[in-house]
């Protein structure tokens, strides 16, 4: 793909010349420099992004949190100018869940508090519970029978999966102008019928999740009193959350869980292994909330103007929800952060667009991507069915942004070819910013896969990974503290911008073929 190939330039990388498709494309540059202007000398990214995390707290899945959230954003929305604000129903989730109250300390040999957090969806201990700590170690099913008889009423410790290692490396890193180039030159993903290594991870994950199914069976038979584990990993501190149960309304019965750092874990372990008695006072106390299972999606709109186009829509997103074991800055009150600023900077500079721009603050991701599957099934098309909508039709583009606290360097292209050249030049004016990559190559894990699920053009932008993937992603340390006030400013401008064109372009982005209907399994 010549057309996208960057240039090393004075050291650094720049777009190459335009085509001649590329010079047909409508580049704004008058509002492009309101646009950099109003979101590099006015942002307000960094006062939205306070009130995401501080302010409303850990925003998991149908919490009291997430409730903050939805109103905070709607009303922010709101002052700002935005028409039809609204919290959408998306359909069913399940059971609210939050924290009132957790501690977590070894009380002997001696004392040492620890760090971790109740898994989310387990239930309160009995108040205050000191208890002898069992090490369970088990790799199979049948490991599991040597433990019978021996855990009732002990606090049962399992093993950590991935001891924490010295690194050599900075936790923090930025795309290199090498990397930068491999994504520009790589070849457009292909479907493939079988993914040998994918189909054997997949197969290990269904594995650990039986074998713990398993052993939560024992547990609860055998009289256990709670449970202390990890996941992932993790360092310095450093653990990463996860479920401990299903957040369905009618789900099995588990007992209290917390998740810690492995080096407390693993100290645990060691005094355990070598004979020593250990002790631990524990205590969560959560609360269920039963009265509405329903999810929710933040939705604002500017208005379109044209008579012809204005019933046509672009819209961007980021899912508000987050874990709970802290506040969800870099996952994703940055995304939502970013998105609410680039709706906000086209509202200041008094932009009239053709087409309505929508934006969609996305519930429940982290179980599911359900606020933007649901959005989209409810919308557009059931990608079980592929039986389309009337407003099927009339989205222009979806732009999404959820890879943490980094600056844009371009868009995956989710292998649409047809917009490599009208995204080539909206990138232009920003090349000065540090964003020219334009990758054939698809990502995933994220809400614009909801979009191109049922053959609408949804786009994930490219970021610098900062310390996102090693220190802040599902974490304890998911803080305010971790996020970039320059980087989320340039991103803001640039979402304005390619939002701004899509609205204002006369045809719609092209999009891929119709994908065959994926009947549900």
Same mark, same amino acid.
């Given at each position: 793909?010549?057309?996208?190939?960057? %240039?090393?330039?004075?050291?650094?990388?720049?777009?190459?010349?335009?085509?001649?498709?590329?010079?047909?494309?409508?580049?704004?540059?008058?509002?492009?420099?309101?646009?950099?202007?109003?979101?590099?000398?006015?942002?307000?990214?960094?006062?939205?992004?306070?009130?995401?995390?501080?302010?409303?707290?850990?925003?998991?899945?149908?919490?009291?949190?997430?409730?903050? #959230?939805?109103?905070?954003?709607?009303?922010?929305?709101?002052?700002?100018?935005?028409?039809?604000?609204?919290?959408?129903?998306?359909?069913?989730?399940?059971?609210?869940?939050?924290?009132?109250?957790?501690?977590?300390?070894?009380?002997?040999?001696?004392?040492?508090?620890?760090?971790?957090?109740?898994?989310?969806?387990?239930?309160?201990?009995s108040g205050a519970v000191k208890k002898q700590v069992v090490y369970v170690n088990a790799a199979t099913e049948a490991d599991l029978a040597k433990y019978q008889g021996k855990l009732r009423d002990k606090i049962v410790l399992t093993a950590v999966a991935v001891p924490p290692k010295t690194t050599?490396?900075?936790?923090?890193?930025?795309?290199?102008?090498?990397?930068?180039? =491999?994504?520009?030159?790589?070849?457009?993903?292909?479907?493939?019928?079988?993914?040998?290594?994918?189909?054997?991870?997949?197969?290990?994950?269904?594995?650990?999740?039986?074998?713990?199914? =398993?052993?939560?069976?024992?547990?609860?038979?055998?009289?256990?009193?709670?449970?202390?584990?990890?996941?992932?990993?993790?360092?310095?501190?450093?653990?990463?959350?996860?479920?401990?149960?299903?957040? #369905?309304?009618?789900?099995?019965?588990?007992?209290?869980?917390?998740?810690?750092?492995?080096?407390?874990?693993?100290?645990?372990?060691?005094?355990?292994?070598?004979?020593?008695?250990?002790?631990?006072?524990?205590?969560?106390?959560?609360?269920?909330?039963?009265?509405?299972?329903?999810?929710?999606?933040?939705?604002?709109?500017?208005?379109?103007?044209?008579?012809?186009?204005?019933?046509?829509?672009?819209? %961007?997103? #980021?899912?508000?929800?987050?874990?709970?074991?802290?506040?969800?800055?870099?996952?994703?009150?940055?995304?939502?952060?970013?998105?609410?600023?680039?709706?906000?900077?086209?509202?200041?500079?008094?932009?009239?667009?053709?087409?309505?721009?929508?934006?969609?603050?996305?519930?429940?991701?982290?179980?599911?991507?359900?606020?933007?599957?649901?959005?989209? =099934?409810?919308?557009?098309?059931?990608?079980?069915?592929?039986?389309? %909508?009337?407003?099927?039709?009339?989205?222009?583009?979806?732009?999404?942004?959820?890879?943490?606290?980094?600056?844009?360097?371009?868009?995956?292209?989710?292998?649409?070819?047809?917009?490599?050249?009208?995204?080539?030049?909206?990138?232009?004016?920003?090349?000065?910013?540090?964003?020219?990559?334009?990758?054939?190559?698809?990502?995933?894990?994220?809400?614009?896969?909801?979009?191109?699920?049922?053959?609408?053009?949804?786009?994930?932008?490219?970021?610098?990974?900062?310390?996102?993937?090693?220190?802040?992603?599902?974490?304890?340390?998911?803080?305010?503290?971790?996020?970039?006030?320059?980087?989320?400013?340039?991103?803001?401008?640039?979402?304005?911008?390619?939002?701004?064109?899509?609205?204002?372009?006369?045809?719609?982005?092209?999009?891929?073929?119709?994908?065959?209907?994926?009947?549900?399994?």
């Amino acid at each position: 793909m010549t057309t996208l190939r960057l %240039l090393a330039l004075a050291g650094g990388l720049a777009l190459a010349a335009p085509t001649l498709a590329q010079q047909a494309e409508k580049v704004d540059q008058a509002m492009i420099a309101k646009i950099k202007d109003e979101g590099m000398n006015r942002s307000k990214v960094m006062e939205t992004a306070f009130y995401l995390t501080d302010v409303c707290g850990p925003r998991l899945a149908n919490s009291d949190g997430l409730k903050r #959230a939805n109103e905070w954003t709607k009303g922010q929305l709101t002052k700002w100018g935005m028409s039809n604000a609204n919290i959408e129903p998306w359909g069913d989730f399940g059971r609210g869940w939050d924290i009132e109250k957790s501690y977590i300390a070894m009380t002997a040999p001696y004392y040492h508090a620890m760090i971790g957090a109740p898994k989310a969806w387990t239930p309160s201990t009995s108040g205050a519970v000191k208890k002898q700590v069992v090490y369970v170690n088990a790799a199979t099913e049948a490991d599991l029978a040597k433990y019978q008889g021996k855990l009732r009423d002990k606090i049962v410790l399992t093993a950590v999966a991935v001891p924490p290692k010295t690194t050599f490396e900075a936790d923090a890193t930025r795309y290199t102008d090498e990397q930068l180039t =491999k994504m520009m030159e790589a070849q457009p993903a292909r479907p493939t019928t079988e993914d040998p290594a994918m189909t054997e991870r997949l197969n290990a994950r269904r594995a650990q999740a039986a074998l713990r199914t =398993k052993l939560n069976e024992m547990l609860m038979s055998e009289g256990a009193a709670a449970v202390l584990s990890s996941t992932r990993g993790g360092s310095h501190g450093t653990f990463f959350t996860s479920n401990g149960a299903p957040y #369905a309304a009618d789900a099995k019965p588990v007992l209290p869980e917390i998740e810690m750092s492995p080096e407390d874990q693993l100290r645990l372990i060691r005094l355990v292994e070598a004979g020593i008695p250990v002790e631990v006072e524990m205590e969560t106390k959560t609360r269920f909330q039963n009265t509405d299972l329903k999810g929710y999606n933040v939705i604002a709109e500017i208005p379109g103007t044209d008579r012809k186009l204005k019933n046509e829509v672009v819209m %961007l997103g #980021a899912h508000i929800d987050s874990w709970h074991a802290a506040t969800g800055a870099t996952d994703n009150a940055a995304g939502c952060a970013v998105m609410m600023e680039a709706m906000r900077i086209l509202k200041a500079t008094g932009v009239k667009p053709r087409r309505t721009i929508r934006i969609a603050l996305w519930g429940e991701e982290e179980q599911g991507l359900h606020g933007s599957r649901n959005y989209v =099934k409810n919308h557009f098309a059931d990608p079980a069915t592929m039986k389309l %909508l009337p407003e099927h039709e009339k989205l222009a583009g979806y732009f999404n942004l959820d890879n943490g606290s980094g600056k844009i360097r371009g868009i995956y292209l989710q292998g649409n070819e047809g917009v490599a050249p009208i995204f080539t030049a909206w990138l232009q004016p920003f090349a000065d910013m540090g964003a020219t990559t334009i990758t054939p190559r698809n990502t995933g894990g994220t809400d614009h896969l909801a979009f191109d699920a049922v053959g609408l053009p949804g786009f994930q932008f490219v970021q610098d990974g900062l310390d996102y993937n090693t220190r802040t992603h599902h974490t304890n340390q998911d803080t305010f503290d971790r996020l970039q006030a320059d980087d989320l400013k340039q991103a803001s401008v640039i979402v304005a911008s390619f939002v701004y064109h899509t609205a204002m372009r006369d045809q719609k982005l092209p999009r891929k073929a119709l994908p065959a209907a994926v009947p549900k399994s």
